[in-house]
């Protein structure tokens, strides 16, 4: 699993930060640049399993910049609760990778959202990137917020 777990992430990584491309001072698009650098992007990981992809992120795109968030379950509830956040200065302006290995009902990854739009991000600057989804997952997070972009394997 960790060896096509790394690779997965390798080839969506490399997907989310090269689809976006440069228009230069001509007007043309030059496909060997990005629109953004390394460090307009930020990856937030979802604690702990979210962490897993960080080596491979930091490989393709060395300036990136990490957060992180903690979220457990309540027994009760069965809903997210938030714990603790640590994001880089001026997360706003940033295009925001989350990963979350896994997507079952798309709480966490909700819980995530809210957070991050709590802080001024924007949805349209937000792809969630994960290995594993339910059908459930997914459309419970593309019916909330259908701006944002998911990648799932």
Do not use: W
Not at 45 to 50: D, E, F, N, P, T
């Amino acid at each position: 699993f960790f060896f096509n777990d790394t690779a997965t992430t390798e080839i969506y990584t490399e997907q989310i930060v090269g689809s976006v491309r440069c228009v230069q001072e001509t007007g043309y698009y030059d496909s060997s640049e990005l629109l953004y650098n390394d460090q307009d992007y930020c990856v937030v990981s979802i604690l702990r399993a979210g962490s897993s992809v960080l080596n491979e992120m930091l490989h393709i795109v060395p300036g990136i910049t990490i957060g992180k968030i903690l979220l457990q379950r309540d027994e009760k509830s069965h809903e997210p609760v938030f714990y603790y956040q640590k994001y880089p200065q001026y997360i706003e302006n940033k295009r925001i990778i989350i990963f979350d290995p896994m997507l079952a009902t798309g709480g966490s990854v909700l819980k995530t959202i809210e957070n991050l739009i709590s802080l001024g991000c924007e949805p349209k600057n937000i792809t969630f990137l994960n290995i594993i989804s339910s059908v459930e997952g997914l459309e419970r997070v593309s019916k909330t917020y259908p701006e944002i972009q998911i990648i799932t394997a």
